[in-house]
């Protein structure tokens, strides 16, 4: 029997010291020279799922509430729900949680290996965002975790704010597979002037049991 091997749409110029392999996926969990922070982190491999209903009040995938509002998030047990519109919710498995189950419910639609999905994490990741979008990603009016949908570096993304908090402050990414090189070259030239280096898991998986 042939394994397929998943492939990450995004690439880092940097020697892995260690990694893992995980539903046929190879992920990165250390780089070499990963220095202090801030950090762009490839969670491509995380489970990832549109959920479109006419009556989300009635759904409860991974067991969690929905939000409401459009805009808003909830992240509870690692699993991250984004409410994008009336009918139709993003989900992301930021943990190690069982996603089988949720595969087989009705208008739920697997969009991990169509998309790219990022994690920024560290001090002086909205000063990078305000390079690339207009969007205010520390919006002092919102409580986070909360959603966009708009451009970042004229691509269309889902951005959730996860923390707004100095060196505690992350978000996540989520765009079209296909920008996904040229979305990582611009976040990293964005970048540069603050330090910014590729992480790998292993950074994101601590940064998150803190949050």
């Not at 995004?10 to 250390?30: D, G, I, M, P």
């Not at 929905?66 to 009336?86: D, F, H, K």
């Not at 419910?105 to 991990?112: A, H, I, N, Y």
């Not at 707004?164 to 990414?173: P, Y």
């Amino acid at each position: 029997m042939t394994n397929i091997q998943r492939v990450s749409p995004v690439v880092f110029k940097r020697t892995s010291v260690k990694t893992e392999q995980r539903y046929n996926w190879e992920v990165v969990l250390e780089y070499s020279g990963e220095g202090d922070g801030p950090y762009l982190v490839d969670l491509s491999h995380k489970p990832r799922f549109d959920l479109q209903d006419s009556n989300l009040a009635e759904k409860k995938p991974f067991g969690i509430n929905l939000p409401e509002t459009p805009g808003a998030s909830i992240l509870e047990n690692t699993i991250l729900a984004n409410r994008m519109n009336r009918t139709q919710v993003s989900l992301y498995n930021l943990g190690e949680q069982d996603s089988s189950a949720i595969k087989d419910e009705s208008g739920v639609t697997d969009v991990t290996e169509s998309t790219v999905f990022v994690a920024l994490i560290g001090e002086n990741i909205f000063s990078i965002c305000e390079k690339l979008s207009a969007l205010d990603f520390m919006d002092p009016v919102r409580i986070a975790p909360f959603l966009f949908q708009g451009p970042f570096s004229h691509v269309p993304c889902q951005i959730v704010t996860l923390n707004k908090d100095g060196d505690r402050a992350g978000l996540v990414l989520s765009c079209s597979r296909g920008y996904g090189a040229d979305m990582i070259h611009s976040i990293l030239h964005a970048g540069e002037e603050f330090g910014l280096k590729p992480a790998g898991e292993d950074k994101f998986t601590s940064w998150i049991k803190e949050q």
